[in-house]
Nanobody, 126 residues
Framework: QVQLVESGGGLVQAGGSLRLSCAAS????????MGWFRRAPGKEREFVAS????????VLADSVKERFAISRDNARNTMYLEMNNLKLEDTAVYHC???????????????????WGQGTQVTVSS
């Protein structure tokens, strides 16, 4: 079993930066692709970014690809989301996710992931 815990959320002004972390514990050897999803009030869950096990392949949503970066440190069992030039529409609860699937997956689909964190709130103010 795998547990995921997000941290780093908070209140930030528009144009500012924030770095989220996702710490994995338990049977971390089973984790392959990891990703970030977010859910804003009144909206459905939205894909943000993903990264494969080696870190060599990343996928970012069009809405954030010029502003966000995803990375991971497998020695620390931690994944990161660097968020720059934050906008009001980035306000959401950000969830960390991990897949145990081997091989190619549909990174943008939440059903591809098996483990989920509880989420961390990111609020962007004007």
């Amino acid at each position: 079993q795998v547990q995921l815990v997000e941290s780093g959320g908070g209140l930030v002004q528009a144009g500012g930066s924030l770095r989220l972390s996702c710490a994995a514990s338990g049977r971390t050897f089973s984790i392959n692709t990891m990703g970030w999803f977010r859910r804003a009030p009144g909206k459905e869950r939205e894909f943000v970014a993903s990264i494969n096990r080696s870190g060599g392949t990343t996928v970012l949503a069009d809405s954030v690809k010029e502003r966000f970066a995803i990375s991971r440190d497998n020695a620390r069992n931690t994944m990161y989301l660097e968020m720059n030039n934050l906008k009001l529409e980035d306000t959401a609860v950000y969830h960390c996710a991990a897949s145990r699937s081997v091989g190619w997956i549909v990174e943008r689909e939440s059903s591809s992931y098996h483990y989920w964190g509880q989420g961390t709130q990111v609020t962007v103010s004007s």
